[in-house]
């Protein structure tokens, strides 16, 4: 990632400011990248120990929010929703869809 030149002070502080707005695009693993690399230098600078604070906080806010919509989904959503690409077995049979095009082959049986 910094292969060629050394990692100035300068630099530093313009990455981590990069990395936090990036993880407002919906990338909040960045927000991890940032606070777990760039914390050894929070003592280099103020903004750095700013952006790497922010980070770690939007970064567990964000892994929160999205292992509550991964539960919510798995447990709310029923079967024949069509939120679900391939739908989770249904009915007494228990027959498990494989495949792109399950949804098709499951409702011919």
């Known amino acids: 990632m ?3 030149k050394p990692l100035t002070k300068e630099k530093a502080e313009r990455l981590t400011r990069w990395y936090f707005y ?5 990338l909040p693993w960045l927000w991890a990248v940032n606070a777990l690399y760039f914390r050894r230098f929070q003592k280099d600078s103020d903004e750095i120990a700013r952006y790497v604070l922010l980070s770690t906080r939007c970064a567990v806010v964000g892994f929160a929010l999205l ?3 991964i539960i919510i989904a798995q447990t709310s959503l ?3 929703s ?4 391939i739908r989770p077995p249904s009915g007494t049979d228990g027959a498990w869809q494989t495949g792109f095009f399950a949804d098709a082959v499951y409702q011919n049986t």
């Open 82 to 85: 069509d939120l679900w690409v």
């Open 22 to 26: 990036a993880g407002f695009v919906g």
């Open 78 to 80: 029923s079967p024949t």
């Open 2 to 4: 910094f292969a060629g």
């Open 67 to 69: 292992l509550l919509w």
